[in-house]
């Protein structure tokens, strides 16, 4: 596999590669040689450290053998998944493979989860009840208390049939604002679920991860996803954001203006926005390093990243970041 790491190394440059969530690098269109073949094929990397610049494959379609021709065994791999999807307890056959491993695509036919969703439920499971339940299969106890940030509703709502859990909302009832908590609020809950919300929260995130902490029984869990790189630190997009307003002039090139606290003007073009209600300009690329040090700064332990596949919930997950985090608040 190497080799084709060190010829892809040279021919990147030249091709329409993209980068994507995660420093996912893709190349749609290139020619590998090997054994003196020349294959022409869809690769997938990412990269696995900055300097000196490495990348692992993720995927080569149609893949290979190490000698350079269609590879037998990986030829025979199927390319559906058949699983019972976790949020809703339905049977789905023969999903396609690349859909079901897409962080965000629908996959299951019943409900719609996709596999962010599914592993969200999974993580709840460990963490709530040490194993891994289906939601259906939830015990119904409204004397476990939890709430979501902006949860989607298709486990929002079975969640609060079984168990004392709310919803909340920034731009609605029920309103919870996480950078500003109230003292009654402190110390309720069992477990919080915030699903992709804190790459979009205002500088300094950290206050939102203390507040966490905080809003947690002792013994509580924290269910964070986030898109994450395995690389680096985080990167805050607007560090100094304080007085700012986004301008649309051009159409389609919407622009950041701020004014610091010191007074300083900033601009910023190549805003990222996220799909979804109310304001959802990322704010940051958090990195895994990041996430941990956020966490363990708050107070929380028990941290642990969700890497391992759960393919009869089809949990399959084609890379080891951007996954669920549980934390825990200690007892
Ligand atoms: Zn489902």
Redesign the pocket.
């Known amino acids: 596999m190497f080799k084709f790491i060190n010829r892809l190394r040279s021919v990147f440059k030249t091709t329409n590669a993209s980068y994507s969530l995660g420093g996912q690098l893709h190349i749609p269109a290139v020619d590998i040689m090997v054994g003196g073949r020349k294959k022409t094929c869809e690769v997938t990397m990412r990269i696995i450290s900055e300097e000196p610049l490495q990348f692992e494959v993720e995927s080569i379609i149609p893949p290979l053998s190490d000698n350079g021709s269609p590879s037998s065994t990986a030829a025979a791999q199927p390319r559906t998944a058949s699983f019972i999807?976790n949020?809703?307890?339905?049977k789905?056959k023969d999903v396609a493979l690349e859909t079901v491993r897409d962080r965000e695509a629908p996959s299951?036919s019943?409900?719609?989860?996709s596999l962010r969703m599914r592993s969200l439920i999974h993580a709840l499971s460990q963490a709530l009840f040490d194993k891994d339940l289906s939601l259906p299969d939830f015990p119904e106890d409204k004397g476990i208390c939890g709430i979501g940030m902006s949860d989607w509703n298709?486990y929002a709502i079975p969640l609060a049939e079984k168990l004392g859990y709310t919803n909340t909302f920034y731009h609605t009832e029920p309103h919870l604002d996480i950078m500003n908590i109230t003292h009654d609020q402190e110390g309720k809950f069992d477990f919080i679920i915030s699903s992709d919300v804190f790459e979009h929260i205002l500088p300094p995130v950290s206050i939102a991860f203390e507040n966490t902490f905080k809003l947690l029984k002792p013994g509580g869990a924290f269910i964070l996803t986030v898109p994450f790189t395995q690389v680096g630190q985080t990167v805050e997009h607007f560090p100094n954001l304080h007085d700012y307003r986004i301008e649309d002039k051009k159409k389609w090139f919407p622009c950041l203006v701020n004014t610091t606290e010191t007074g300083d003007k900033e601009q910023f073009k190549d805003l990222i926005f996220h799909g979804g209600d109310g304001f959802t300009l990322e704010m940051r690329m958090f990195s895994e390093q990041g996430l941990m040090d956020e966490l363990t700064a708050a107070g929380f332990t028990e941290i642990h990243v969700q890497q391992e596949n759960h393919p009869e919930s089809s949990i399959i997950w084609p890379i080891t970041w951007a996954v669920p985090i549980i934390a825990k608040r200690p007892c």
């Open positions: 999807c949020v809703c307890g339905k789905n299951c019943s409900c719609g989860s298709g």
